[in-house]
């Protein structure tokens, strides 16, 4: 199995404070990752320090092999690495199609990707000339995803997409993340939901205080109701 990410012994330090300590792990190419841990365990450090918002006070980063910790974002973007972050963020101002316009890189956007995104989220289809800023904090979260899979990327870095949301709508982003999936994308996904997790995670990496404490298979940790307590403080379970 080849990795298409790795860290290695990367530190982040944002103003005085020492966030991520040496963190070490790699993601499986084609498979979905969870990143799971208590609230400020550094997971959404984690994929900003990837991409290149925060950039490590040391160690190394290598996507399919090639440095990228002292590269700029848009650099890394053009790496094809899409990012979803957890704040939803939009151009309130722009309509759906004027966002998704200013996300495709590669010249006009595809008709039929179009298409099956609006399989997902056909939210999205009937609010396409709507201001981004009209919309609902689900219809948000859609279009923020859907931004990020306009184009076809190597890696997807989402963080919490199920906040908040209906569990219709978190239904259809399991489908839509299973669908990525299967079309060859790998995933790093952030998420509180754990019901959520065990649904699409293949492998599973858990954060405390800047580092990772665990990882291993997903269905190895959903299966194991101790050391979901242990690592977690709170069972699978009590998420469903």
């Known amino acids: 199995m080849t990795d298409l990410l790795k860290l290695s012994g990367v530190h982040t330090n944002i103003g005085r404070y020492h966030i991520l300590q040496g963190v070490n792990f790699a993601v ?13 365990a550094g997971k959404t450090t984690t994929l900003r320090t990837i991409m ?3 950039p490590p006070s040391r160690g190394q980063i290598a996507l399919a092999g090639q440095r990228i910790e002292q590269m700029a974002t848009p650099d890394i973007a053009q790496l094809g690495v899409g990012y979803v972050p957890e704040s939803m963020a939009v151009f309130a101002d722009l309509t759906v199609k004027e966002n998704l316009i200013l996300a495709a890189r590669d010249g006009p956007l595809d008709t039929a990707r179009l298409e099956w995104i609006f399989g997902f989220f056909p939210a999205l289809r009937k609010f396409w000339l709507s201001r981004a800023g009209l919309l609902s904090g689900g219809q948000k979260q859609m279009l923020s995803i859907a931004r990020a899979i306009v184009e076809p990327r190597k890696l997807l870095l989402i963080d919490e997409p199920t906040k908040g949301l ?5 239904g259809s982003l399991i489908e839509c993340f299973a669908e990525i999936k299967r079309r ?6 952030v998420e509180q939901n754990f019901h959520v997790a065990q649904m699409i995670g293949d492998a599973v990496l858990v954060m405390d205080n800047g580092m990772i404490v665990h990882r291993g298979e997903m269905a190895a940790l959903a299966d194991d109701t101790p050391m979901q307590e242990r690592l977690l403080g709170l069972s699978l379970e009590a998420h469903q």
């Open 52 to 54: 290149g918002l925060w």
């Open 28 to 40: 499986a190419e084609g498979k979905t990752t969870m990143l799971l841990g208590r609230n400020g």
């Open 166 to 170: 209906a569990p219709a709508i978190i």
């Open 184 to 189: 060859g994308a790998t995933i790093l996904l």
